[in-house]
Nanobody, 125 residues
Framework: QVQLVESGGGLVQPGGSLRLSCAAS????????IGWFRQVPGKEREGVSC?????????YFSDSVKGRFTISRDNAKNTVYLQMNSLKPEDTAIYHC?????????????????WGPGTQVIVSS
């Protein structure tokens, strides 16, 4: 069964950091580009970041997180990470990961496979 599970969310003060994990089971994650998306009730889903498959040489970041977030993958652990630094209250959302067709710099990703259940990030003092 193909499954993605996100973890690492929580409550953090503005300026703080969190590292989200996206762990896959049921498929070999290294073959796929993986994207991170965030959802706030009443707002459109935002494609935050993505990383290409295999060695992850291609990445994308939305303008709202560029320079603050980084993405990486550990294929041995079948996991993709989203390192979030200098967090702002507007980063508060539920973060999901999903396979994406391609990850191209400058192009917002679109999910092409199943979502994980998500992990809640709250940035508040």
């Amino acid at each position: 069964q193909v499954q993605l599970v996100e973890s690492g969310g929580g409550l953090v003060q503005p300026g703080g950091s969190l590292r989200l994990s996206c762990a896959a089971s049921g498929f070999t994650m290294s073959y796929y580009a993986i994207g991170w998306f965030r959802q706030v009730p009443g707002k459109e889903r935002e494609g935050v970041s993505c990383i290409s498959g295999s060695e992850g040489r291609s990445t994308y970041f939305s303008d709202s997180v560029k320079g603050r977030f980084t993405i990486s993958r550990d294929n041995a652990k079948n996991t993709v990470y989203l390192q979030m630094n200098s967090l702002k209250p507007e980063d508060t959302a539920i973060y999901h990961c999903a396979p994406v067709g391609v990850c191209i710099p400058g192009r917002s990703p679109s999910p092409s496979g199943p979502w994980g259940p998500g992990t809640q990030v709250i940035v508040s003092s």
